[in-house]
């Protein structure tokens, strides 16, 4: 399908431009001296924490990005390639907080929340990776990731993105998925954790940890992938043209940075973009600015030739409500239409930090729709029907045509969850709204086939490995 273009390629090359020029004259505050080294081996201008970055080493290097990415799935039915297989669906991640299913009042979230996450989004059929939507607040102080990774592997097989803190915290996400893989040489080659940083801190910054973590997994060879978060009004100029610049060329550096680790390391232009609302300092994730962001982000990755995606489809809304719906559809929408590969859309409201049931089941059949856009329109000449009008002819009636039969169940999106019945039908059926409607779904969903997808003697082993490791338990919704 072609794509609509918010920016003229006239722009797109403007904002090249000036994103080299300001890498070249200005450069980046790089924290982490492994990542100065390595930028001074490699042709950049280094002085103190100072990295500038000469426009031909920029344009060598950028130009060593390979064209695709995979997301890696424990079962391998379920691996996907970006851009081949887009749009490809994750979950919005690390919220703190959760809706409770039982009450529907918001509280902190805990890992047997994410026990039920992993097994609504398994199965789900409209997500292709499963982003670990929420904290867990019953971690202990040492296992702050692994007790989201846990209950996350035991009852998902799509792939897992997943982020860690320090080094330490790295090696021990590690050593549980080399144990689940039955070995480190198993589980590098079919690495089913893709792995996830904001190396870069808006404005034109490197912090240190998740530079460590990003450089470690590029030289290892295992998927990682960076996210660059400009926030118009406060970390980038409040302008969109200024943020896009800016935002560019803190791409540029952290993929220039991974190519110089080990040259043709896969990654994503990853954004999460958006403008302020400057009356309150408030982030504007549902705002759509955000999604003309993206939209425009994503002409430029494919001026790169470099898949793309972001956190896209969100709402600053507190419930899964109208506010919730237009926002995630309308941004969702634009960045459809304008070619972005990666989705992180689902679940998550309030601005990112609570995480809905029904509002991720809703997203599942936005996700659908999203889909059936992207297969588009067929041009066959059985699709163009001409014969097929000329015999029904004026006045007839298609519906019981073989042509009509036979794509009856293909050519729309059978939904679900939206209501298309008369309201006669729709009261008869307890006049539900679609929130109540999604909520029946996803309990049904965590009530049913809830097997641990991680064999016994396996869990021993990592319990005996990770002491005080959480029980990850997914437990049915009285």
Known sequence: MSFAELLTQEQVQRIHDAALEILEDVG???????????????????DGERVKFPREVVEKYRKMIPPSFTFYARDPKFDKTIPRDSPIIVTASSAPDIIDPVTGQERRAESGDIARIAHLINELPGYDVFSISTLADDAPADQFTISRLYPALKYCLKPIRVTTTDHKDTLSIMKMAYMVAGGEAAYKEHPFLTHHYCPTVSPLSMDNLSTENVIYFAREGLPVYPTIVPNAGLTSPMSMAGTLVQGNAEFLATATLMQMVKEGTPTIYATLATVADMR???????GIECGMLHMAFAQIAHFYNVPCGGYIGLTNSKVNDAQAGYETGMSAMGGMDSGMDMFNIGGLIDALKTFDFAKAVIDDEVAQMMKR???GVTFSDEDLAVNLIKEIGPGGSFIVAKHTISRMKTEAVMTKLADRDARTAWVKKGSMDIHARAMKK???????????????????????EFAGLVSGELKPIE
Do not use: Q, W
């Open 280 to 286: 309150t300092g408030a982030y504007t994730s549902g």
């Open 373 to 375: 856009v992207k297969r």
């Open 28 to 46: 980046l505050k790089v924290r982490y001296e492994p990542a100065r080294e390595i930028f001074a081996k490699h042709g950049c201008h280094v």
């Open 442 to 464: 996803a309990k049904d969903i965590m009530n049913n086939n809830t097997a641990s997808l991680i064999a016994p003697e396996m869990e021993e082993k990592l319990r005996a």
